[in-house]
Protein backbone atom coordinates (compact mmCIF):
# COMPACT_ATOMS: atom_id res chain seq x y z
CA UNK A 1 0.00 0.00 0.00
CA UNK A 2 1.43 3.12 -0.97
CA UNK A 3 2.83 5.17 2.18
CA UNK A 4 0.84 9.10 0.47
CA UNK A 5 -1.95 9.63 -2.23
CA UNK A 6 -2.85 12.65 -3.76
CA UNK A 7 -6.54 13.29 -3.29
CA UNK A 8 -7.40 16.07 -5.16
CA UNK A 9 -6.05 19.31 -6.80
CA UNK A 10 -7.65 22.62 -7.22
CA UNK A 11 -7.50 26.29 -7.30
CA UNK A 12 -7.91 27.60 -3.67
CA UNK A 13 -8.14 31.33 -5.12
CA UNK A 14 -10.92 30.82 -7.50
CA UNK A 15 -14.16 32.11 -6.15
CA UNK A 16 -15.97 29.10 -6.05
CA UNK A 17 -12.97 27.06 -3.57
CA UNK A 18 -14.63 25.62 -0.60
CA UNK A 19 -11.66 25.77 1.82
CA UNK A 20 -11.52 24.88 5.60
CA UNK A 21 -10.86 27.56 8.02
CA UNK A 22 -7.24 25.94 8.69
CA UNK A 23 -6.87 25.74 4.34
CA UNK A 24 -7.68 29.59 4.55
CA UNK A 25 -4.53 30.17 7.12
CA UNK A 26 -2.36 28.24 5.43
CA UNK A 27 -3.17 30.13 2.08
CA UNK A 28 -2.72 33.32 3.72
CA UNK A 29 0.54 32.45 5.52
CA UNK A 30 1.93 30.82 2.28
CA UNK A 31 0.66 34.25 0.40
CA UNK A 32 2.16 36.65 2.67
CA UNK A 33 5.27 34.66 3.27
CA UNK A 34 5.82 34.79 -0.57
CA UNK A 35 5.40 38.45 -0.91
CA UNK A 36 2.02 38.22 -2.58
CA UNK A 37 -0.35 40.42 0.30
CA UNK A 38 -3.69 39.01 1.54
CA UNK A 39 -6.04 36.25 -0.39
CA UNK A 40 -8.01 39.07 -1.57
CA UNK A 41 -4.95 41.02 -3.34
CA UNK A 42 -3.79 37.91 -4.94
CA UNK A 43 -7.75 36.90 -6.39
CA UNK A 44 -7.02 40.12 -8.11
CA UNK A 45 -2.99 39.33 -9.74
CA UNK A 46 -3.51 38.07 -13.06
CA UNK A 47 0.24 36.60 -12.80
CA UNK A 48 -0.44 34.74 -9.61
CA UNK A 49 -1.66 30.75 -10.31
CA UNK A 50 -1.95 28.77 -7.27
CA UNK A 51 -2.64 24.95 -6.90
CA UNK A 52 -3.61 23.13 -3.53
CA UNK A 53 -2.72 19.56 -3.59
CA UNK A 54 -4.34 17.71 -0.74
CA UNK A 55 -2.66 14.71 0.11
CA UNK A 56 -4.04 11.61 2.30
CA UNK A 57 -2.29 8.50 3.92
CA UNK A 58 -2.34 4.91 2.35
CA UNK A 59 -5.83 4.84 4.18
CA UNK A 60 -7.41 7.50 2.78
CA UNK A 61 -7.23 10.26 5.97
CA UNK A 62 -5.89 13.60 5.36
CA UNK A 63 -1.78 14.37 6.31
CA UNK A 64 -0.90 17.15 4.34
CA UNK A 65 -1.86 20.23 2.32
CA UNK A 66 0.80 21.81 -0.63
CA UNK A 67 0.16 24.64 -1.85
CA UNK A 68 1.89 25.20 -5.10
CA UNK A 69 2.39 29.05 -6.98
CA UNK A 70 3.86 30.70 -9.61
CA UNK A 71 7.36 30.45 -10.42
CA UNK A 72 8.04 27.13 -8.91
CA UNK A 73 7.52 28.03 -4.77
CA UNK A 74 5.30 25.92 -2.75
CA UNK A 75 4.65 24.98 1.33
CA UNK A 76 3.84 21.95 2.95
CA UNK A 77 2.00 21.78 5.77
CA UNK A 78 0.73 19.30 8.07
CA UNK A 79 -3.18 18.55 7.46
CA UNK A 80 -5.36 21.13 9.93
CA UNK A 81 -2.36 23.11 11.45
CA UNK A 82 -0.63 25.73 10.23
CA UNK A 83 2.99 23.93 11.13
CA UNK A 84 5.26 23.84 7.49
CA UNK A 85 6.92 20.76 6.81
CA UNK A 86 8.48 21.55 4.03
CA UNK A 87 9.56 24.18 1.17
CA UNK A 88 9.21 24.64 -2.57
CA UNK A 89 11.94 27.27 -3.81
CA UNK A 90 12.53 27.69 -7.09
CA UNK A 91 10.96 24.14 -8.23
CA UNK A 92 12.83 22.31 -5.01
CA UNK A 93 11.60 21.20 -2.47
CA UNK A 94 13.34 21.63 1.03
CA UNK A 95 12.60 20.21 4.36
CA UNK A 96 11.45 22.40 7.51
CA UNK A 97 10.63 19.44 9.96
CA UNK A 98 13.34 16.74 10.46
CA UNK A 99 11.31 13.62 8.74
CA UNK A 100 14.18 12.53 6.07
CA UNK A 101 12.50 9.82 4.48
CA UNK A 102 9.75 12.19 3.40
CA UNK A 103 11.26 13.88 0.45
CA UNK A 104 11.73 10.30 -0.99
CA UNK A 105 7.93 8.67 -0.04
CA UNK A 106 6.65 12.19 -1.79
CA UNK A 107 8.67 11.58 -5.19
CA UNK A 108 6.86 7.97 -5.45
CA UNK A 109 3.69 10.01 -5.03
CA UNK A 110 4.29 13.05 -7.34
CA UNK A 111 5.36 11.24 -10.96
CA UNK A 112 5.93 12.94 -13.92
CA UNK A 113 2.95 10.67 -15.01
CA UNK A 114 0.80 11.73 -11.89
CA UNK A 115 1.31 15.16 -12.01
CA UNK A 116 0.26 15.43 -15.82
CA UNK A 117 -2.35 13.49 -15.41
CA UNK A 118 -3.54 15.94 -12.44
CA UNK A 119 -2.97 18.81 -13.85
CA UNK A 120 -0.41 19.98 -11.33
CA UNK A 121 1.77 22.99 -13.05
CA UNK A 122 4.40 23.17 -10.72
CA UNK A 123 7.40 20.61 -11.23
CA UNK A 124 8.97 19.62 -7.91
CA UNK A 125 12.51 17.70 -7.49
CA UNK A 126 12.02 16.03 -4.17
CA UNK A 127 15.34 14.37 -4.40
CA UNK A 128 16.20 11.03 -4.46
CA UNK A 129 15.72 7.82 -2.56
CA UNK A 130 18.22 7.29 0.47
CA UNK A 131 20.57 4.18 -0.26
CA UNK A 132 19.86 1.07 1.47
CA UNK A 133 23.21 1.36 3.19
CA UNK A 134 23.93 4.95 4.10
CA UNK A 135 27.41 6.40 3.35
CA UNK A 136 29.48 6.98 6.54
CA UNK A 137 29.23 10.42 7.06
CA UNK A 138 32.10 12.60 7.34
CA UNK A 139 33.60 13.74 10.83
CA UNK A 140 35.58 16.48 9.80
CA UNK A 141 35.79 18.85 6.75
CA UNK A 142 39.13 16.80 4.89
CA UNK A 143 37.21 13.86 5.13
CA UNK A 144 34.57 15.49 3.19
CA UNK A 145 36.31 17.07 0.53
CA UNK A 146 37.95 13.45 0.05
CA UNK A 147 35.01 11.81 -1.21
CA UNK A 148 35.76 11.43 -4.75
CA UNK A 149 31.90 11.45 -6.01
CA UNK A 150 31.23 15.04 -6.56
CA UNK A 151 27.72 15.42 -5.49
CA UNK A 152 28.36 13.69 -2.51
CA UNK A 153 31.25 15.34 -1.51
CA UNK A 154 28.89 18.77 -1.83
CA UNK A 155 26.62 17.71 0.15
CA UNK A 156 29.04 16.35 2.53
CA UNK A 157 30.73 19.77 2.67
CA UNK A 158 27.42 21.52 3.12
CA UNK A 159 27.27 20.17 6.45
CA UNK A 160 29.94 21.80 7.72
CA UNK A 161 28.89 25.09 6.26
CA UNK A 162 25.71 25.66 8.27
CA UNK A 163 27.31 25.26 11.72
CA UNK A 164 30.35 27.64 10.81
CA UNK A 165 27.92 30.48 9.12
CA UNK A 166 25.32 29.82 11.39
CA UNK A 167 21.93 31.27 10.41
CA UNK A 168 21.23 32.01 6.61
CA UNK A 169 21.02 35.33 5.67
CA UNK A 170 21.80 36.14 1.94
CA UNK A 171 22.63 40.27 2.97
CA UNK A 172 24.44 41.94 4.14
CA UNK A 173 27.73 40.33 2.62
CA UNK A 174 29.99 39.01 5.03
CA UNK A 175 33.66 39.91 6.59
CA UNK A 176 34.78 36.53 7.14
CA UNK A 177 36.13 34.96 10.53
CA UNK A 178 39.32 33.33 10.43
CA UNK A 179 37.22 29.96 10.75
CA UNK A 180 34.89 30.77 7.82
CA UNK A 181 37.58 32.11 5.47
CA UNK A 182 39.73 28.79 6.24
CA UNK A 183 36.52 26.93 5.01
CA UNK A 184 36.00 29.14 1.66
CA UNK A 185 39.90 28.59 0.72
CA UNK A 186 39.71 24.92 1.39
CA UNK A 187 36.21 24.29 -0.68
CA UNK A 188 37.97 26.77 -3.57
CA UNK A 189 41.42 25.02 -3.48
CA UNK A 190 39.29 21.52 -3.90
CA UNK A 191 37.00 23.31 -6.09
CA UNK A 192 33.68 22.10 -4.56
CA UNK A 193 30.98 24.16 -6.63
CA UNK A 194 29.28 25.05 -3.11
CA UNK A 195 26.57 28.24 -3.56
CA UNK A 196 27.21 29.95 -0.34
CA UNK A 197 25.18 33.11 -1.43
CA UNK A 198 22.58 31.79 1.25
CA UNK A 199 25.49 32.51 4.26
CA UNK A 200 26.10 35.83 2.78
CA UNK A 201 29.03 34.98 0.51
CA UNK A 202 28.43 34.38 -3.25
CA UNK A 203 26.72 31.43 -5.33
CA UNK A 204 29.74 31.02 -8.18
CA UNK A 205 32.91 29.61 -7.22
CA UNK A 206 35.19 32.10 -8.60
CA UNK A 207 33.85 34.87 -6.99
CA UNK A 208 33.98 32.96 -3.50
CA UNK A 209 37.59 32.66 -4.46
CA UNK A 210 38.47 36.60 -5.65
CA UNK A 211 36.70 37.77 -2.02
CA UNK A 212 39.29 35.85 -0.04
CA UNK A 213 42.54 36.83 -1.96
CA UNK A 214 42.40 33.20 -4.12
CA UNK A 215 41.58 34.81 -7.33
CA UNK A 216 43.02 38.04 -9.19
CA UNK A 217 41.30 41.52 -7.61
CA UNK A 218 39.54 43.50 -9.92
CA UNK A 219 38.37 47.16 -10.36
CA UNK A 220 35.18 47.03 -8.07
CA UNK A 221 37.62 45.61 -5.22
CA UNK A 222 38.94 48.84 -4.87
CA UNK A 223 38.76 49.66 -1.61
CA UNK A 224 36.39 53.17 -0.33
CA UNK A 225 35.99 55.07 3.23
CA UNK A 226 32.36 55.24 4.28
CA UNK A 227 33.05 57.31 8.19
CA UNK A 228 35.80 55.51 9.55
CA UNK A 229 34.84 52.55 8.20
CA UNK A 230 37.42 50.76 5.48
CA UNK A 231 35.73 48.33 2.97
CA UNK A 232 35.61 47.21 -0.85
CA UNK A 233 33.40 49.58 -3.29
CA UNK A 234 31.63 46.07 -4.60
CA UNK A 235 30.63 45.34 -0.66
CA UNK A 236 29.17 48.58 -0.41
CA UNK A 237 27.28 48.88 -3.36
CA UNK A 238 26.17 45.54 -2.54
CA UNK A 239 24.97 46.87 0.96
CA UNK A 240 23.03 49.69 -1.45
CA UNK A 241 21.17 47.10 -3.03
CA UNK A 242 20.41 44.88 -0.08
CA UNK A 243 19.02 48.28 2.05
CA UNK A 244 22.13 47.83 4.34
CA UNK A 245 23.62 51.44 3.50
CA UNK A 246 22.82 54.71 2.84
CA UNK A 247 23.42 55.38 -0.98
CA UNK A 248 24.46 58.86 -0.33
CA UNK A 249 28.03 58.43 1.27
CA UNK A 250 28.63 55.33 -0.70
CA UNK A 251 28.48 57.66 -3.46
CA UNK A 252 30.61 60.43 -2.04
CA UNK A 253 33.27 57.85 -1.62
CA UNK A 254 32.64 56.90 -5.22
CA UNK A 255 33.33 60.26 -6.40
CA UNK A 256 36.40 60.41 -4.76
CA UNK A 257 38.13 57.78 -6.86
CA UNK A 258 40.83 58.61 -9.42
CA UNK A 259 38.68 59.02 -12.56
CA UNK A 260 39.80 56.43 -14.45
CA UNK A 261 39.16 53.88 -11.45
CA UNK A 262 36.08 54.87 -10.88
CA UNK A 263 35.09 54.10 -14.58
CA UNK A 264 36.89 51.31 -14.45
CA UNK A 265 34.91 49.96 -11.36
CA UNK A 266 32.01 51.15 -12.55
CA UNK A 267 32.02 49.32 -15.80
CA UNK A 268 32.70 46.10 -14.03
CA UNK A 269 30.07 45.75 -12.05
CA UNK A 270 27.79 47.47 -14.70
CA UNK A 271 28.52 44.24 -16.99
CA UNK A 272 28.16 42.19 -13.92
CA UNK A 273 31.61 40.96 -14.11
CA UNK A 274 31.99 42.06 -10.54
CA UNK A 275 30.84 39.08 -8.15
CA UNK A 276 27.19 38.63 -8.57
CA UNK A 277 25.43 41.42 -6.96
CA UNK A 278 22.87 41.86 -9.77
CA UNK A 279 21.67 38.13 -8.45
CA UNK A 280 18.08 39.04 -6.40
CA UNK A 281 18.73 36.16 -3.87
CA UNK A 282 16.60 38.22 -2.05
CA UNK A 283 16.93 40.43 0.98
CA UNK A 284 13.77 37.35 2.06
CA UNK A 285 14.51 33.94 0.84
CA UNK A 286 11.06 33.63 0.91
CA UNK A 287 10.86 36.35 -2.61
CA UNK A 288 13.80 34.31 -3.49
CA UNK A 289 13.91 34.59 -7.72
CA UNK A 290 10.49 35.83 -7.60
CA UNK A 291 9.35 38.77 -9.58
CA UNK A 292 7.24 41.72 -8.52
CA UNK A 293 7.94 41.16 -4.66
CA UNK A 294 8.68 43.95 -2.50
CA UNK A 295 12.34 42.87 -1.39
CA UNK A 296 12.91 42.19 -4.61
CA UNK A 297 12.14 45.06 -6.76
CA UNK A 298 13.52 47.30 -3.77
CA UNK A 299 16.88 45.52 -4.40
CA UNK A 300 16.51 46.24 -7.93
CA UNK A 301 15.84 49.39 -7.87
CA UNK A 302 18.33 50.88 -5.23
CA UNK A 303 21.21 49.14 -7.53
CA UNK A 304 19.88 50.74 -11.11
CA UNK A 305 19.35 53.92 -8.93
CA UNK A 306 22.73 53.84 -8.06
CA UNK A 307 24.35 52.56 -10.53
CA UNK A 308 23.00 55.59 -12.41
CA UNK A 309 23.81 58.13 -10.12
CA UNK A 310 27.37 57.06 -10.14
CA UNK A 311 27.27 57.15 -13.80
CA UNK A 312 26.20 60.78 -13.81
CA UNK A 313 29.35 61.45 -11.61
CA UNK A 314 31.44 59.97 -14.29
CA UNK A 315 30.43 62.95 -16.67
CA UNK A 316 31.34 62.44 -20.19
CA UNK A 317 33.16 59.36 -19.88
CA UNK A 318 30.13 57.67 -17.67
CA UNK A 319 27.73 58.50 -21.10
CA UNK A 320 30.46 56.82 -23.38
CA UNK A 321 30.44 54.00 -21.20
CA UNK A 322 26.76 53.89 -20.69
CA UNK A 323 26.76 54.32 -24.59
CA UNK A 324 29.12 51.52 -24.62
CA UNK A 325 27.11 49.18 -22.92
CA UNK A 326 23.94 49.30 -24.54
CA UNK A 327 25.68 47.96 -27.43
CA UNK A 328 26.88 45.06 -26.26
CA UNK A 329 25.84 41.54 -27.43
CA UNK A 330 24.53 40.66 -23.80
CA UNK A 331 22.44 43.74 -23.25
CA UNK A 332 20.96 43.05 -26.80
CA UNK A 333 20.13 39.48 -25.98
CA UNK A 334 16.87 38.46 -24.92
CA UNK A 335 17.31 36.48 -22.39
CA UNK A 336 20.64 37.98 -20.17
CA UNK A 337 20.41 41.52 -20.90
CA UNK A 338 18.17 43.98 -18.97
CA UNK A 339 20.09 44.56 -15.55
CA UNK A 340 22.42 45.79 -18.66
CA UNK A 341 19.83 47.21 -20.27
CA UNK A 342 17.85 49.29 -17.40
CA UNK A 343 21.67 50.41 -15.98
CA UNK A 344 22.66 51.55 -19.55
CA UNK A 345 19.21 53.19 -20.23
CA UNK A 346 18.10 54.94 -16.47
CA UNK A 347 22.12 56.54 -16.62
CA UNK A 348 21.64 57.75 -20.52
CA UNK A 349 18.21 59.47 -18.83
CA UNK A 350 19.23 61.05 -16.12
CA UNK A 351 22.66 62.61 -18.18
CA UNK A 352 20.16 63.49 -20.93
CA UNK A 353 18.05 65.10 -18.10
CA UNK A 354 20.83 67.00 -16.57
CA UNK A 355 22.13 67.94 -19.87
CA UNK A 356 18.15 69.64 -20.29
CA UNK A 357 17.47 66.83 -23.23
CA UNK A 358 15.88 63.40 -23.33
CA UNK A 359 17.12 59.80 -24.07
CA UNK A 360 18.46 59.81 -27.87
CA UNK A 361 15.17 58.03 -29.71
CA UNK A 362 17.98 55.55 -31.36
CA UNK A 363 17.08 54.00 -27.66
CA UNK A 364 13.41 53.42 -28.46
CA UNK A 365 13.73 49.87 -29.15
CA UNK A 366 15.73 48.72 -26.45
CA UNK A 367 13.35 51.14 -23.66
CA UNK A 368 10.33 48.74 -25.72
CA UNK A 369 12.08 45.83 -23.90
CA UNK A 370 12.38 47.42 -20.36
CA UNK A 371 8.42 46.87 -20.34
CA UNK A 372 7.75 44.76 -23.20
CA UNK A 373 6.53 40.68 -22.78
CA UNK A 374 8.82 38.84 -20.41
CA UNK A 375 10.29 42.09 -19.10
CA UNK A 376 12.31 41.83 -16.01
CA UNK A 377 9.58 42.52 -13.51
CA UNK A 378 11.73 43.16 -10.55
CA UNK A 379 12.55 46.46 -11.50
CA UNK A 380 8.95 48.62 -12.65
CA UNK A 381 10.03 51.73 -10.45
CA UNK A 382 12.80 52.24 -12.96
CA UNK A 383 10.58 51.88 -16.09
CA UNK A 384 8.20 54.76 -14.76
CA UNK A 385 11.03 56.97 -14.32
CA UNK A 386 12.35 56.52 -17.87
CA UNK A 387 9.08 56.77 -19.70
CA UNK A 388 7.97 60.30 -17.68
CA UNK A 389 10.88 61.51 -19.19
CA UNK A 390 9.95 60.60 -22.91
CA UNK A 391 7.11 62.92 -25.31
CA UNK A 392 3.99 60.91 -25.54
CA UNK A 393 4.46 60.49 -29.16
CA UNK A 394 7.42 58.58 -28.28
CA UNK A 395 5.79 56.72 -25.34
CA UNK A 396 3.10 55.56 -28.23
CA UNK A 397 5.46 54.35 -30.55
CA UNK A 398 7.57 52.12 -27.86
CA UNK A 399 4.32 50.99 -27.29
CA UNK A 400 4.03 49.75 -30.24
CA UNK A 401 7.03 47.96 -30.73
CA UNK A 402 6.02 46.26 -27.87
CA UNK A 403 2.64 45.20 -29.01
CA UNK A 404 4.48 43.74 -32.49
CA UNK A 405 6.66 41.81 -30.58
CA UNK A 406 5.08 38.21 -30.10
CA UNK A 407 8.71 36.81 -27.99
CA UNK A 408 12.08 36.51 -28.14
CA UNK A 409 13.39 38.51 -31.06
Known sequence: MARWKIKSVGDPLVGTAKLAAHETKQLARHLKEEGFGSIKAARTN???????????????????????????????????????????????????????????????????????????????????????????????????????????????????????????????????????RAFVAAIVDAKVDLA????????????NARAIGKAPAGPSDIEISIGKERMPLWRAVSDVASGHHDPAPVLAAFTKLAPAKALAAWNEIASDKAYDLFEAHAVKFSEGGIPRTPS????????????ADANLALGDAGVRAAEALTKTKITLDYRSGYPWAFIA???????????????????????????GP???????????????????????????IQTKRQGPQ
Open 46 to 180: DELAVQLVRIVDGKGRPAFELYLSSFGSGALFDHGTTTLVGNVIQHHFELVKDRPTLPAELAAVFTKAATRRLGIATAIAFGTAPPTTAPRTPTNLAAALAISNHSARREAVATFAAPLFGKAAPYPKRRLTAEQ
Open 196 to 207: LHGWGMFAQLEH
Open 296 to 307: NVKHRTRLFSWM
Open 345 to 371: ILSLVRQATRAGSVLAEAHDQLVARLD
Open 374 to 400: HADAFAAPIVKEIEKTLPRVRLAAIAA
